[in-house]
């Protein structure tokens, strides 16, 4: 995490070359872990890196942020996305195999207008703390007892601009999306929400699904989220996957801190105490959940539609 956040980074600019180290770095681990490779759709690395087209322009109000930002003079022909498969041990090939996906987003905000005479947007927070936490589930979970359904790993490119990454995955995934039986997106776990009791994150959209309630009677210390005017669950990668009819939600433990989206969201402000406990609290959870063969679903009008 020291390296994703560092200033040597530049702020992992999405779809920029310091995103796509990012993403080169991300997918050594998930190699060494003795993860497979998805070489029919990631052409990079030996098939754990996803390169992805951006749009010839990007969307009115994203450019204005990135003039706001100071940071819209970049070309960004392409996004990365590093991922790897844990392949369960009731997997067939040809057949139709049941994947969990877990996800964070790898970009943040790049380079941009100081404060405070800071220039980087480091992004300690957001989202390293997610993109950490799905290296080291798939650490913990690539060793032991394989599980009986499969686990895909995926760090998206380009979420800040508006999900490039997640929008190329769905478009081009190694997997059939029917097989996906549900996602989670870590998001900003690097510090607690003071309005949840001590060591609970919180997961977007609580009520849209059985999913949430599932994981905390199986140990996730994960509860609704508390900042429903926020509306976080339409504000990450989850969304576009969600819209695709996949079961998608984001695990959290944002309070609204004053650093979100600003050059002080450094590795000095995490709280590496809270971070571990969150990540180890969601190992056993997530092994239930590949081990099992209930399947969540969207609790009557929880999928959110497509906008028109
Ligand atoms: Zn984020």
Request: hydrophobic share 40%; aromatic share 8%; no cysteine.
């Amino acid at each position: 995490m020291s390296f994703l956040a560092s200033d040597a980074l530049h702020g992992r600019g999405s779809a920029t070359r310091d995103e796509h180290l990012a993403a080169l770095y991300a997918a050594s681990l998930l190699r060494s872990f003795g993860l497979d490779p998805l070489p029919s759709v990631a052409q990079e690395d030996d098939g754990y890196v996803q390169r992805g087209q951006m749009p010839a322009s990007l969307p009115n109000g994203v450019l204005r942020y990135l003039k706001h930002l100071g940071t819209d003079g970049e070309a960004r022909p392409y996004t990365w996305n590093a991922m790897a498969l844990l392949r369960g041990s009731d997997w067939k090939d040809g057949a139709h195999n049941p994947v969990i996906l877990l996800t964070a987003h790898l970009d943040h905000l790049g380079m941009g207008t100081p404060v405070n005479g800071d220039a980087i947007y480091n992004g300690a927070d957001d989202d390293a703390s997610g993109t950490i936490a799905v290296l080291e589930l798939a650490r913990a979970l690539s060793q032991g007892p394989r599980p009986r359904r499969s686990i895909l790993f995926v760090l998206f490119g380009s979420e800040e601009l508006g999900g490039f990454g997640d929008r190329w995955f769905l478009d081009h995934s190694p997997v059939p999306l029917t097989d996906i039986v549900t996602n989670l997106e870590f998001e900003m776990i690097g510090r607690p929400d003071p309005k949840l009791p001590q060591r609970t994150l919180w997961l977007t959209g609580y009520n849209r699904s059985n999913l949430g309630p599932m994981l905390a009677s199986h140990g996730a210390a994960i509860s609704a989220d508390p900042h429903p005017e926020e509306h976080f669950f339409r504000r990450s990668d989850n969304y576009n996957l969600a819209v695709r009819g996949i079961v998608a939600q984001t695990v959290s433990s944002f309070g609204l801190h004053k650093d979100y989206h600003q050059p002080s969201d450094e590795i000095s402000r995490i709280d590496f105490d809270f971070l571990t406990h969150s990540i180890n609290s969601m190992i056993a959870p997530v092994r239930w959940l590949a081990d099992t063969q209930w399947k969540p679903q969207w609790n009557v009008g929880g999928q959110p539609q497509p906008r028109k």
